[in-house]
């Protein structure tokens, strides 16, 4: 998801870093709470706080917790990491929004191992009936979650059917393509007067060889020769 979210924070979201709580703000939430590492990285290149923190990450005692949390880090919405919750919240915003008479929208990232839960589609029933034009769903749809592929473990196809169905503008990207993360951005709503799904079709790993499409890392971090690895392979292809 990192270019989802480089995207997203350097070009479309309505931020202010140095007032991270500014009422005009366009709200994030990412639902996959265990992308944390990802998101705290990018907050920290837009200066929400000190890039310092990331040494920190997932340690005892640091601001920075494994999953996703709000409490004292700046430029985080909601805390998530059970997952099927993040859609909701987000609704509930919009919502808000809405009937106060605010313009600011509201982006919420979820995984697609996380469309196996309920909630997420009563969440996807709620939005289009109360016309939530300011939401944008997008769905990391990168083919694997915990105990193996979302087709073996609950398959989701036909995925963008299921979106459209439920009565949501619906568009596919490939969520690695820049330009492709961008238009789909700023082409929402996809449809007036309903909340938009954006399905993004990544690869886990992306860039680096032996972690791509291999479910041993959705679990594991890399030891610090595979680190080098890792790094000396995303530079060259940089």
Known sequence: MAELLAVLYERILRVRPEEPVWAGRDRFILSKGHGAAGLYAVLAERGFF???WLD??????????????HVGVPGIEASTGALG???????GMALGARRDGRSHRVFVLLSDGECDEGGVWE???????????????????????????VREVLDLEPLVAKWESFGWGTREIDGHDVSQIEAGWRGVPVIPGRPSCIIAHTVKGKGVSFMENALLWHYRAPDEDELRRALRELESAG
């Open 50 to 52: 000190p890039a310092a």
């Open 123 to 149: 969440a996807a029933l709620f939005a289009p009936h109360h016309r939530l034009d300011n939401l944008v769903a997008i769905v990391d749809y990168n083919k694997i979650q915990s105990l193996g592929s």
């Open 56 to 69: 920190d990450f997932c340690k005892d005692g640091a601001r920075l917790a494994g999953h996703v949390t």
């Open 85 to 91: 919750h993040g859609l909701a919240i987000g609704c």
